[in-house]
């Protein structure tokens, strides 16, 4: 009788898991048909239980993401999978789904299989985000118009620019891992010192100096090397800031020229290649393309008719849609399925994507680049999986397995004594303990005896029902080591007694992966202010007699903004942006930019360019303040007579409202070639003088209370 009386206590806890998860939770046959679906699930997929079973697998899974074949290839020969699918949302939309299945047979001697499921979505966002924004990084460092290295503790290389490569005539150009020494075996010993001492915390530079190459030619170089710190403040390596005194090379150009042509060829590799030159009408097919649809390489002819002859003749019309489209300029890009026939006569589904580049004065596109994937496998899968739609019967037994597989550790609690009544396998094995040894114990077992005093309260709101939820609970296992939790938890009323149905998470390793994520993006964003001060010291190569201008505007911008009230975060982005206010000044002619004399007309409209081509420069970096657009209007005036759009008033970003009065009384008050500084007395005046006019009045006004107070321009060396 007592082993008939825990067996029927199981059920009903099973039951009410089942009813109380917070996960997804099917239970289907191996084909793809669903016989249950708990509440959890209906929310998750915003459907009824009904309305699941009747689609089934079918209806909610993706059955275009690749690991889907391999998920059921994994259940089907080993009984069990986990793993991450796509799955569909009744709205339309997609989202990923840690997924926990398990083949079983039920009292009949029939196969079940348990589905428990989790969205994930939030946490692949946040791992995106993290290598977006390393991808950035890099993509800021070897995009920079300035020749820039950053190197680990060992020299090996971490990042390198373009221009880096070109003024060194490095032939090789993936030197990622590589070592500094490695790559310039010329470099003499005392380079190398410089390198330990600035290992050591010391920045060092030197302003042209000799590089004898291996060939016997000697380069003249300016170089700066600073020491780069990770998150515990221990210096992480080195970077290099150099310039080639004898080129500027416009590597912003360049990459526009080639980006497009080389970004769509890389990501179409592996698959066919078409390329159709919209003036000649002559169209490339890579070997792929033929080998494909089962040609030889002489076999094809280069025109577009070569398309429409393996195309099936009901898709002939949606395939000349399709081609109108990229000629009239309605599509520049396009992804469309297609049935073709190959050389053999068999037939194939292929995914037929592309994008149209340059425009003709009429509108249509120069050329057109496409790829074509073979889809045949994952159409016949889609296919048979709605092939297999049937309906099953339920069985009892299905909610004992459900949870004795799941991922999730799960137990219930006497709310009144504070008892396990039940716990599944899970649970036992994050803890260490055996089955028997958890059911003779109490909720507070579980918990380090140090911490019950701080885990009571928490404890005693689940009982009372005040929350439902509670992160990070540090759990005691067998060995005494500590694991940390997430846990849900429900109230119910089980065999007329109140209880508590709690899921544990075990987020220890996810705990460890913030921290080391939040670490990593702090170094990121240390690595990227450091590199954004060097990129200043360019428009200093070019003018030397502006030395210290940036770096003396954004302390006096950086003052005003928290003179204004503006948080930490906000006037860190100002004097980022006042660090680089000129550095579009790079590509004007330096004999203008140091001439002592009044500049004439076309001078003066070439130097105007510099906000401009500045933006250009920074545009495509992900900040995480407007720097771009602030060094784009730090010459626009309030009253819009200012360059380069006469933009006004509200229209300007007040971090360049900031940076244009700190800019001009920087100007006035120090020294330039072709005159004596003016003292801060008439910079002030002047400010005041075009208060509302020129200038913001009340970012004037800071200004002016700043210099009262006794604030004095920051001497930079």
């Known amino acids: 009788m007592g082993s008939v009386s825990r067996s029927a206590d199981k059920d009903s806890y099973f039951r009410s898991i089942f009813e109380h998860s917070f996960d997804a939770i099917l239970l289907t046959v191996p084909d793809g048909k669903i016989l249950a679906a708990n509440p959890a699930a209906c929310k998750m997929f915003g459907r009824s239980e009904e309305e699941i079973c009747s689609l089934g697998r079918a209806g909610i899974v993706d059955h275009s993401y690749p690991g889907l074949k391999e998920a059921l290839v994994s259940r089907n020969e080993k009984g069990e999978y986990r793993g991450t699918i796509r799955y569909l949302r009744s709205d339309g939309i997609f989202f990923m789904g840690e997924t926990s299945s398990k083949v079983f047979l039920n009292e009949k001697g ?26 950035l990084l890099s993509l800021f460092v070897a995009h920079a118009p300035a020749a820039i290295a950053m190197f680990d503790r060992n020299m090996n290389y971490i990042a390198v620019s373009e221009r880096f490569l070109k003024d060194y005539g490095i032939p090789e150009r993936n030197i990622i891992g590589k070592s500094h020494y490695e790559v310039f075996p010329e470099l003499p010993e005392a380079w190398k010192e410089v390198h330990k001492r600035c290992l050591k915390g010391a920045v060092e530079k030197a302003e042209t100096e000799a590089f004898m190459r291996l060939d016997g030619s000697v380069d003249w170089i300016n170089w700066e090397i600073h020491p780069w710190h990770d998150y515990s403040g221990e210096v992480g390596g080195l970077l290099l800031f150099s310039e080639d005194l004898t080129e500027f090379i416009n590597l912003r150009n360049e990459l526009r020229s080639s980006e497009q042509r080389w970004r769509f060829a890389l990501e179409g590799a592996g698959d066919g290649v078409w390329d159709w030159d919209c003036i000649t009408n002559e169209v490339f097919y890579s070997s792929q393309w033929k080998r494909m649809l089962g040609f030889g390489e002489e076999e094809i002819e280069p025109t577009l008719n070569s398309w429409r002859s393996v195309i099936q003749s009901e898709e002939d019309d949606s395939f000349k849609s399709l081609y109108y489209d ?40 120069l050329r057109v680049i496409g790829t074509i994937t073979d889809i045949t496998e994952m159409k016949m899968a889609q296919e048979t999986l709605r092939q297999n739609n049937r309906m099953l019967t339920n069985s009892e037994n299905r909610y004992r397995t459900l949870f004795e597989t799941s991922s999730e550790g799960i137990f219930i609690v006497e709310i009144t004594t504070g008892k396990i009544k039940f716990v599944n396998p899970t649970i036992c094995r994050m803890l260490g303990y055996g089955e028997e040894e958890l059911l003779q114990s109490t909720i507070n077992g579980l918990f380090h005896a140090a911490d019950w005093d701080e885990v009571v309260s928490e404890i005693r709101d689940h009982f009372d029902g005040i929350k439902t939820q509670s992160s ?24 007329g007694t109140q209880v508590l149905v709690v899921f544990a998470s075990d987020i220890t390793e996810r705990l ?5 994520r939040s670490q990593y993006a702090n170094r990121m964003l240390s690595a990227m202010i450091k590199t954004v001060e060097l990129l200043s010291k360019t428009v200093e190569l070019k003018d030397p007699y502006t030395a210290g201008l940036q770096l003396r505007v954004a302390s006096l911008a950086d003052a005003i903004a928290r003179e204004l009230g503006m948080s930490d975060e906000e006037a860190e982005g100002i004097r980022m942006a006042a660090i680089v206010h000129d550095l579009g000044k790079m590509y004007v002619p330096s004999e203008i930019l140091s001439k002592p004399g009044k500049l004439n007309l076309l001078e003066f409209n070439l130097v105007k360019t510099h906000a401009q081509a500045g933006y250009d420069i920074l545009k495509e970096v992900d900040f995480p303040w407007p720097i771009a657009d602030m060094v784009l209007q730090h010459h626009e005036r309030m009253n819009g007579t200012g360059y380069p759009n006469g933009v006004m008033g509200a229209e300007m970003n007040l971090g360049a409202r900031i940076i244009a009065v700190a800019d001009v009384v920087e100007s006035m008050a120090s020294y330039r070639p072709y005159r004596p500084s003016l003292g801060i007395e008439a910079a002030l005046a002047e400010i005041d003088a075009h208060s509302g006019t020129l200038f913001d009045p009340v970012v004037v006004a800071a200004c002016k209370a700043l210099f009262k107070r006794g604030y004095v321009l920051a001497q930079v060396e």
């Open 326 to 365: 990229i000629l009239k300029g309605t599509d520049l890009e396009f992804s469309k399925e297609h049935q073709v026939r190959t050389k053999q006569g068999t037939l194939k589904w292929i995914l037929n994507r592309g994008m149209a580049f340059g425009r003709a004065a009429d509108g249509a596109p």
């Open 512 to 516: 460890v992966a913030e921290e080391e």
């Open 472 to 495: 990070d609970l540090k759990f005691r296992k067998r060995d005494g080591y500590t694991l940390h939790m997430d846990l849900t938890s429900a109230k119910t009323v089980i065999d």
């Open 110 to 135: 029939e196969e079940r299989t348990s589905m428990i499921i989790r969205d994930i979505t939030d946490q692949i966002a946040a791992d995106h985000e993290l290598k977006r924004r390393e991808t």
